[in-house]
C-alpha cells in the first residue's frame, strides 16, 4: 500500500513516515511504518510473524522478540491498548491483524512495470489427466523451483508452499497475497511419447496481466537446457540480473538419457512423500536412472538422501542407510562439484554416521554458498548446530528455513526440535503442534511431541502422541521406542516394559536403534542397561547417537565417567 491511508481517526502517510490527528502529528521510525503497512496492506486478514519478519526485514535475520517490541510501540503511538485492541490485534503464536477499517485516500492506482524479487511456481497442470504422468508435472515444477531458486537476488517459494495450490482455482493476486510474492508463474506439461510440450507464463498479480508467455516443444533428453532457458527468459523478464558465476551455471545444463530422467522425477515423487512405504520405492527409481546414466550426480544425491532417511528411521541399519548414502554423496560430487544438493547430502549422511562435525559444517557452509536459498540445507543445518550446543545458530537456520517455506510440517518439525534441544519446550511443542495445521497426519510431529511433552509433565498427551505416531507407522521400531519413553516417563514401567520385550523379538524388525532403546531405560532409572545400549549405539554408529550432547533424557547420567568418556570418543566440538 504506497498511498496515504485513514485508520479509525489517524490520518497514515507512508511516504513521510507520519501519523496524524487533529493538531497531532508523530514521525514514525520507517521499520514501524512499514509493519503498519505491511498489517494494512492484508487488513483485515491476519499476517503471521514470519510473513512480516520476511517483509519488513527481508535480508536481515531478527528474531520475533524485534517484532514483539515493533507492535508495542505502534499500539503506544496510536493509543491502542492490548488487552482492548481497536487497532491491532494479536493472533496468539500466529501473528497479528488490523481490526479497525482501512479507508485508502488515493483509490487511483497507475500501473508500473515492477521490479520483480519474489515469485512463485504454482503446480504445472497435467494436460494429459492421467494420474500415472502427475509424478512428471509435480517433478518438473519442482525442478524449475530449484533452478530458480539458485539465483541469488530472487526469493522463490519452494515446493511445499507451492504444490498447496494444486488444481486450486484461486485469482493470483489471491495467491501472491497469501504466499508474499511479487509474480506467479503458471503453467502446463504435455507428453508424447519421448517429446514434452511446456507452456509458461510470468503474470503480475497487481494488474493480473500476462507479462511473458511461451510454449517450448523439446525432446525429453533436453529437458534441463529447457530449464535453463525458461529460467534465464523469466530473469529478464522480472529484471533480475545474473552473476556470470549464476549465467554459467545455467549455461553448464546438459542432455540426459530421457529414462533416466522419468526414472529421476519418479524418484523424487517418492522421496518427497518421505513414508516407510515411499522410500524403499525412491530408492529404486534413482537406482534405476543411475543405471541407465551413470553421470547422473543429481540421481545419486537423490538416492544418498533416501537411504540417509531409511537409517534415520531404523527401516535399515545405520551402514546400509547413511554409511552406503555417503559413498553414493561422495561420487555425486566427483561428477558435479557443483551440485548444491550433493553437498548437503553428504553433510547429512556424515552428520548421522561418521560423527566427523568440522566436515559436515564445512559441507553444509559450501552448499549454502553455492545455493543461498536452499531450503533443505538450512533446515537440516540447523538441527546440527543444534545438536553441537549452538543454540543461537540453530534458531537462525531453523527461522531461515521456515521463511523459505512457510507451509512446510517438515520446517516447524525441524525447529521444534532446535528449540527442544536447548530445553525450550513451550517453543518446540508450539513448533511440533504447527506442523498439523499443513499434514494432519505428519507422523514426525507425534514424535516430537511424544518427546517433549513428559518435561512439562504432559504424560497423557506424551503416550496419545506417541500411540499416534506408532499407529500412523504400523508399529515401525523407531515410532515404538518412543511409546517405550513415554510409558517409562510417566511411571508405567509395565507398560515400558512390554515395549522393550517386542523391540528385543528376533528378526521382527530390520533395525532397532541402542540409542532410543538406552532412553527407554534411562527413564526407568536402569543405567547400566542404558550404558550398555548406547555403547551399542556407538559400536554401531547409531544416528542418534548426534543427539548425546543436549538430550535432557540423558541428564541423570552425564556425571558418570562413562558418560564423559562417550562424549569425549564422539569428538564433539567444544
Not at 537462525?396 to 521444534?416: F, I, K, M, N, Q
Request: with cysteine.
Amino acid at each position: 500500500m504506497s498511498g496515504d491511508f485513514r485508520l479509525e481517526s489517524w490520518l497514515v502517510q507512508p511516504s513521510l513516515n507520519s501519523v496524524s490527528r487533529n493538531d497531532t502529528s508523530i514521525q514514525l521510525e520507517p521499520k514501524l511504518m512499514s509493519v503498519l503497512v505491511c498489517l494494512a496492506e492484508h487488513a483485515p486478514d491476519p499476517v503471521v510473524k514470519e510473513i512480516i519478519l520476511q517483509k519488513v526485514w527481508p535480508d536481515t535475520f531478527v528474531g520475533e522478540s524485534v517484532l514483539t517490541r515493533s507492535i508495542s510501540e505502534l499500539r503506544r503511538l496510536l493509543e491502542d491498548e492490548a488487552k482492548e485492541s481497536r487497532l491491532i490485534q494479536t493472533i496468539a503464536k500466529r501473528g497479528y491483524r488490523l481490526i479497525a477499517p482501512v479507508r485508502p485516500l488515493n483509490r487511483k492506482v497507475e500501473y508500473q512495470i515492477p521490479k520483480f524479487r519474489s515469485l512463485a511456481v504454482l503446480p504445472l497442470e497435467n494436460l494429459s489427466h492421467d494420474p500415472e504422468q502427475e509424478y512428471l508435472a509435480e517433478g518438473l515444477t519442482e525442478s524449475l523451483i530449484t533452478t530458480l531458486a539458485k539465483i541469488g537476488d530472487l526469493r522463490v517459494v519452494s515446493r511445499t508452499s507451492s504444490m498447496l495450490y494444486r488444481g486450486v482455482r484461486e485469482p493470483v493476486r489471491e495467491i501472491a497475497r497469501k504466499l508474499q510474492v511479487d509474480a506467479i508463474v503458471e503453467g502446463s506439461v504435455l507428453r508424447a511419447g519421448d517429446r514434452l510440450r511446456i507452456t509458461a507464463q510470468l503474470i503480475d498479480p497487481i494488474s493480473e496481466s500476462h507479462l511473458w508467455a511461451e510454449s517450448y516443444d523439446r525432446y525429453l533428453r533436453d529437458v534441463l537446457d529447457l530449464q535453463s532457458e525458461v529460467t534465464q527468459a523469466i530473469a529478464g523478464q522480472i529484471r533480475i540480473r545474473l552473476t556470470p558465476m549464476e549465467r554459467a551455471n545455467l549455461a553448464s545444463a546438459h542432455s540426459v538419457d530421457p529414462e533416466a530422467y522419468e526414472a529421476y522425477l519418479k524418484g523424487r515423487y517418492y522421496w518427497n512423500r518421505r513414508s516407510g512405504d515411499a522410500l524403499p520405492k525412491g530408492v529404486q527409481f534413482f537406482q534405476q536412472a543411475i543405471a541407465k546414466d551413470p553421470t547422473y550426480a543429481a540421481a545419486y544425491s537423490g538416492l544418498a538422501d533416501c537411504l540417509s532417511a531409511l537409517g534415520i528411521y531404523s527401516f535399515v541399519s545405520p551402514e546400509e542407510g547413511c554409511g552406503k548414502a555417503k559413498e553414493l554423496a561422495v561420487q555425486a560430487l566427483e561428477i558435479d562439484p557443483s551440485l548444491a544438493e550433493a553437498h548437503v547430502s553428504l553433510a547429512w549422511a556424515m552428520h548421522w554416521h561418521d560423527y566427523d562435525f568440522s566436515t559436515v559444517e564445512r559441507e553444509y557452509t559450501r552448499a549454502l554458498e553455492l545455493s543461498p536459498r536452499y531450503f533443505t540445507a538450512h533446515q537440516w543445518f540447523g538441527l546440527f548446530l543444534a545438536q553441537m550446543g549452538r543454540y543461537e545458530e540453530g534458531y537462525t537456520e531453523g527461522l531461515r528455513a521456515v521463511r523459505l517455506e512457510p507451509c512446510s510440517s517438515a520446517a516447524y518439525w525441524a525447529l521444534g526440535l532446535v528449540y527442544w534441544c536447548s530445553r525450550r519446550y513451550d517453543q518446540a511443542i508450539e513448533q511440533f503442534e504447527r506442523t498439523f495445521e499443513f499434514d494432519p497426519s505428519f507422523v514426525q510431529g507425534y514424535f516430537g511431541l511424544g518427546m517433549v511433552y513428559p518435561y512439562k509433565s504432559m504424560h497423557k498427551e506424551a503416550i496419545a502422541a506417541a500411540q499416534k505416531g506408532v499407529e500412523l507407522t504400523h508399529g515401525a521400531a523407531f515410532f515404538l521406542t518412543c511409546l517405550g519413553e513415554a510409558y517409562a516417563a510417566a511411571g508405567h514401567s509395565d507398560e515400558a516394559r512390554k515395549v522393550l520385550e517386542q523391540l528385543n523379538d528376533p528378526g521382527k524388525y530390520p533395525y532397532v536403534t541402542p540409542y532410543f532403546v538406552a532412553r527407554i531405560h534411562t527413564a526407568l532409572e536402569e543405567k547400566e542397561k542404558a550404558f550398555s545400549y548406547l555403547e551399542t549405539g556407538y559400536r554401531h554408529r547409531d544416528p542418534h547417537m548426534t543427539f548425546l550432547k543436549t538430550d535432557p533424557r540423558l541428564d541423570p547420567l552425564r556425571p558418570d565417567p562413562r558418560f564423559q568418556s562417550l562424549m569425549r570418543r564422539m569428538n564433539f566440538p567444544s
